[in-house]
């Protein structure tokens, strides 16, 4: 009866490199959320995602990310050529489709050299 | 823009005293949801509300909700060193309700 599975954990990356962080969502649950969260700061909203279907990325900053959620397997949060201000905490979150109730992941814990 | 703000930032008390964090929406919201966030894990959610002078009680955690839904505060009797963490109220707006927003967060640590 696993929750919300986030990996890895923790991700180290030197700048210029990228950064992949997965999530497998609850069972059942087709809807994902990605929020960023810095250190003494509330979690940001990203994006929100259904099955192959990015609903809202209104938060995604304009270059250098992406998100999917196929069909099949985790969703994926994509940072190419990565900054130290990418250095953060990156939630996941899922739900049941039209269920205010997110559960949340343990994060991924993004450190850029 | 809508802002949500919690106060105050962080909180110290001791065992067996009680405790009162605030959040405050510039905006009515359309549901309201606090968390409880311990180093190194996601936030945990403690309740949900939707109706505006709702009063919701959890053990020794009172929610309360203001008439114009636009305020709430979390109420600890009695803390324990086991609240220690970071309370995180998070609103949906009516323009987009799928989507949460996060105050920052009080950090609470009760001493034993």
């Known amino acids: 009866n696993a929750g919300v599975m986030q990996n890895p954990r923790h991700l180290v990356r030197r700048r210029g490199q990228e950064a992949r962080l997965r999530c497998s969502p609850m069972?059942?649950?087709?809807?994902v959320y990605w929020y960023r969260q810095l250190p003494e700061e509330g979690l940001k909203f990203m994006v929100y995602l259904q099955k192959e279907n990015i609903i809202d990325e209104s938060g995604m900053p304009k270059e250098r990310f992406s998100a999917e959620f196929p069909k099949e397997g985790p969703s994926i949060l994509r940072i190419q050529q990565v900054v130290r201000g990418d250095s953060a905490a990156y939630f996941c979150a899922s739900s049941l489709p039209g269920a205010k109730v997110l559960t949340f992941g343990a994060g991924s814990r993004l450190t850029v050299l | 823009t809508q802002l949500l703000e919690q106060s105050p930032q962080f909180l110290s008390i001791q065992e067996g005293e009680n405790l009162t964090v605030y959040c405050n929406s510039s905006?009515?919201?359309?549901?309201l949801q606090w968390y409880r966030q311990e180093p190194g894990e996601g936030p945990v959610l403690l309740v949900t509300v939707v109706t505006g002078g709702e009063v919701k009680k959890l053990k020794r955690l009172t929610f309360q909700f203001g008439d114009a839904r636009k305020d709430s505060s979390l109420h600890i009797t009695a803390a324990q060193p086991g609240d220690t963490g970071l309370y995180l109220c998070a609103v949906s707006y009516p323009s987009n309700d799928y989507k949460l927003s996060f105050g920052a967060g009080t950090t609470v640590t009760v001493r034993a």
């Open positions: 905006s009515v919201f359309s549901s």
């Open positions: 069972k059942g649950h087709s809807h």
